[in-house]
């Protein structure tokens, strides 16, 4: 009877892989070339969603784990081969304030990704199919915060460490750069190759975030934050829009997202997020994905997320199948601890609050702050009544 209830066990902890391994497409060769140029945009975009209040620091570290070697297979020319595709990264910023009002500080993203034949954390594999690179992106950050101005630049480094033969041509570059511009709410973001852009991102995130200094409730915190972002196609390619459309539509904890191509004019995602608490610390998703297979229901792709702190299980979410090369029917987990703050105060990336003990705090600074005041008008209000009346009686 024991023995019977273990393996019970066992076959419905092992279920969900067993089924997202029977599901699961294969990654493409396609798909794994063009690995580069997202790892750079992701990395961007990221650094936009940090840069919002330009100063304070932030610390981000991931890595993807899926068991099975049936979970994200290659599909080359010559069939399908078994192996992982993996993401491992790690970011951090810091800001201090030099001069009154005037912060500066200093950025690093790194990210390793790609697909091999091991699932592994520092020593690849480095077999016929593998496709392994990383890209680092680092630069300097100068904030005003009197007027809410930001400006930033730096540079990207692509480091090919192995590509199989069956990639497409590709070699290591250390001439990308960046720089991002924001004022108020308003920012434009660029990346270049040489003399040639290769993106620009305009954002508006017209949202009031308590973290910032705007509001914790009310009409302003229910306005949109909304994303263009044009891309270079370069010779082989025509250039593309994607329009990004973030709402908050409960009380800063259920929000929408939905996303478009242009000139294609077609639907890319969709996202329903909640977050328990506004600080974004844990989150859940629900995710809808434009797959262009162009065969009716088959062409979307439905998933979901459960954000933790320390702990992530995806399977078909639109985040994961970004930016693990398309990977469909797989359960995805990562293990990744991401934490941003500002003047004392944390949260995740991208939240409108702070975490709740530092809310509460905050709250109870600006009570204290205000009977204070009370007692100092009471006071000098006494002593001008004193006076007047000393000076009556003189007459």
């Known amino acids: 009877m024991a023995m019977k209830i273990r393996t019970l066990k066992i076959l419905i902890c092992a279920l969900p892989l067993l ?3 029977a599901f699961a497409d294969a990654v493409s060769v396609d798909a794994l070339a063009s690995g580069g140029a997202s790892m750079r945009d992701n990395q961007l975009k990221e650094i936009r969603d940090v840069l919002r209040g330009g100063r304070g620091g932030y610390l981000d570290l991931g890595f993807n784990y899926m068991p099975l070697v049936t979970q994200t297979p290659l599909k080359s020319e010559y069939g399908e081969h078994d192996g992982f595709a993996f993401r491992h990264h790690m970011a ?5 304030e030099v001069k009154k009002n005037q912060h500066l500080g200093f950025l690093l993203w790194f ?8 699932d592994f954390i520092l020593f690849p594999r480095y077999n016929d199919f593998s496709a392994v690179r990383s890209v680092t992106t680092w630069g300097f950050v100068y904030t005003q915060s009197a007027l809410d101005l930001t400006f930033a630049g730096g540079m990207q480094h692509q480091n090919v460490e192995h590509v199989g033969d069956i990639y497409p041509d590709e070699n290591d570059s250390l001439l990308y750069s960046w720089a991002h511009l924001r004022w108020g709410h308003a920012s434009v973001q660029g990346s270049f190759h040489r003399s ?11 949202e009031s975030r308590a973290v910032y200094g705007g509001r914790t409730s009310g009409p302003l915190t229910y306005l949109p934050n909304v994303e263009v972002a044009l891309y270079n196609g370069g010779d082989d390619h025509d250039d593309s829009v994607r329009v990004t459309w973030e709402q908050n539509l409960i009380a800063q904890r259920l929000y929408g997202e939905v996303s478009f191509d242009f000139p294609s004019k077609e639907f890319h995602s969709a996202a329903l997020k909640y977050y328990p608490d506004p600080s974004r610390m844990i989150g859940f998703e629900a995710t809808c994905l434009r797959r262009n297979v162009r065969s009716g229901s088959a062409d979307l792709l439905w998933g979901g997320a459960i954000d933790l702190l320390f702990l992530r299980l995806a399977y078909n979410s639109s985040y994961e199948y970004d930016r693990l090369y398309r990977a469909k029917g797989t ?3 990562e293990v990744k601890f991401s934490l941003a703050t500002i003047d004392g105060f944390l949260f995740g990336r991208g939240a409108p609050r702070s975490a709740p003990m530092e809310t509460m705090k905050l709250d109870k600074k600006s009570k204290d702050n205000s009977k204070s005041n009370e007692g100092k008008t009471l006071e000098a209000t006494g002593v001008r009544f004193e006076k007047a009346a000393s000076e009556g009686g003189d007459k």
């Open 19 to 21: 089924v997202g391994s």
């Open 92 to 96: 951090g910023f810091a800001a201090g």
């Open 111 to 118: 990210e390793r990704s790609g697909w091999d034949g091991e």
């Open 196 to 206: 040639d852009w290769r993106s620009v991102r305009i954002s508006m995130d017209l």
């Open 331 to 333: 359960l995805i987990a």
